[in-house]
């Protein structure tokens, strides 16, 4: 078959309007990825309950498959609970937690990398734990590993594309309804391509810019 | 006044303290000194609760922490404390690590505590240095802003763990000189270090410490002319 781009053309506008449920997904899981990541990478060591079940959550989401997930929370467990989520909704939830887990691992190795003695001498000067942990910790944390939450964000804007699994109108399902019409597989991919191409470099321009913003010296 | 009592700190089963019996008198300067290993950080870090004793009573004036956990932030707050590796907080400049804990502490606005700030760096010979990252600084400035930092929030009671053993001597001087400043202007200073002849020349009392116990404490002259255990003999004959 020929490659032909007006085949698409009165398509184009709908598919890329696609792009719009990509970011909502991996807006929620990076902002709410990273919330919880950071509480995660606090409380991952603790030895009480709340550790327990942090340390089981981290391991569940990423011993197993993103789709799998997705598809046990959004089909599997209304059978048991009898509550049907929204399609987004268990998008949100099982993105925010995935990416949560995995950047609990990489802020926890942030929160490692700083030196005890800066929190002691906030300690000794009376400060309390959550200003030690906004303003002494986590700025610093972050800095010092801001290029590896890039690559979560880069992989979790990526990853979005299996929301189609569950029915989710993102740009990898509205490419595969406008090939199921049109027959055309090559057009509809390539501009789906190159729409995720330039979402992660816009991402990872953006990193650059933190990073320097971030710099002290 | 503190005063610990019967004080013992076990890490991981290993005694670091024991029998630790001991008054500071307000507006008096001590030295702890002794050996590598003796005990005498522990106890200095007992003092404000960063180690938290196995047994024993901890007292500021009339509250006693192992009792009153409610009390530490006001107690810390009172006791400022220099560290031997500084522990500056290395995102911030020499001026915010001074204004940090007025603020957050103090719940001073921006102005006051920046004032403060630069008073107190100003004091210490700092003037010039405000706006510099600690890593751009010398171990001596650094040392120095940690005691602009803690001397800020105004404490009766200034903790000292070896403030210059992580410096050359020519800094160790300049950190000595600020020291030296501090010594009966009303605040009770605690000072663990290496240094002999700077104990000898600021402290009222040596606490002389060995293998996890207070061997002596008597009077600066008495400890150096007339030293009472056989330890304390030992420890000073190798000094000189």
């Known amino acids: 078959m020929k490659i032909d781009f007006n085949v698409i053309l009165p398509y184009l506008p709908w598919l890329l309007r696609g792009t719009y449920v990509t970011l909502q997904i991996a807006g929620m899981a990076a902002i709410g990825g990273s919330v919880l990541g950071l509480l995660f990478g606090f409380s991952s060591r603790r030895k009480d309950f709340f550790g327990i079940v942090v340390r089981a959550i981290v391991d569940f989401f990423r011993g197993t498959p993103l789709v799998f997930q997705l598809m046990f929370f959004h089909l599997g467990l209304p059978q048991i609970t009898g509550w049907v989520p929204t399609i987004m909704t268990s998008a949100g939830i099982v993105f925010t937690l995935n990416s949560a887990s995995y950047l609990s691992e990489v802020l926890r190795a942030g929160i490692e990398s700083i030196d005890k003695g800066q929190s002691e001498a906030a300690i000794a000067l009376g400060v309390r734990k959550l200003d030690i942990a906004i303003h002494i910790i986590i700025p610093q944390a972050i800095r010092n590993v801001l290029p590896a939450i890039m690559n979560e964000f880069i992989t979790l804007v990526k990853e979005t594309s299996v929301v189609s699994m569950i029915g989710a109108s993102d740009l990898m399902r509205r490419q595969s309804i406008i090939s199921g019409t049109t027959f055309h597989f090559f057009e509809p991919l390539l501009v789906v391509g190159i729409t995720y191409y330039v979402l992660v470099k816009v991402l990872s321009l953006a990193g650059r810019v933190i990073e320097r913003k971030l710099r002290y010296d | ?240």
């Not at chain 2, 707050?77 to 915010?96: P, T, Y």
């Not at chain 2, 006051?112 to 600084?137: C, F, S, W």
């Not at chain 2, 950190?175 to 030296?180: E, I, S, Y």
Request: aromatic letters at 6%.
């Open chain 2, 1 to 240: 006044m503190i005063k610990l009592e019967n004080v013992k700190k076990e890490f991981q089963g290993v005694t670091v303290l024991q029998n630790i019996d001991v008054t500071f008198e307000n507006g008096k300067t001590y030295a702890i000194i002794g050996s590598s290993g003796a005990g005498k950080s522990t106890l200095l870090r007992c003092i404000n609760y960063l180690e938290k004793p196995t047994q024993g009573k901890v007292w500021h004036d009339d509250v006693e922490l192992t009792q009153n956990q409610d009390k530490l932030p006001l107690i810390r707050e009172k006791c400022g404390m220099v560290f031997q590796s500084f522990n500056l907080f290395a995102h911030m400049r020499a001026v915010d690590n001074v204004a940090f804990a007025l603020k957050k502490v103090k719940k001073m606005n921006n102005a006051d505590a920046m004032a403060i700030a630069v008073e107190q760096l100003t004091k210490v010979g700092l003037a010039h240095r405000l706006q510099n990252y600690p890593h751009q600084l010398s171990g001596g400035e650094k040392q120095r802003v940690a005691i602009a930092r803690a001397l800020a929030m105004d404490p009766q009671v200034m903790l000292f763990d070896e403030p210059t053993s992580a410096l050359d001597p020519e800094m160790t001087q300049e950190v000595l000189r600020v020291m030296k400043g501090l010594n009966h202007t009303g605040m009770t200073i605690i000072i663990v270090t290496h240094e002999i002849k700077f104990a000898k020349e600021v402290a009222d009392e040596i606490v002389y410490m060995d293998k996890s116990e207070i061997i002596e404490q008597t009077d600066t002259k008495t400890f150096f002319e007339t030293p009472q255990s056989a330890r304390a003999k030992e420890f000073l004959a190798n000094m000189i």
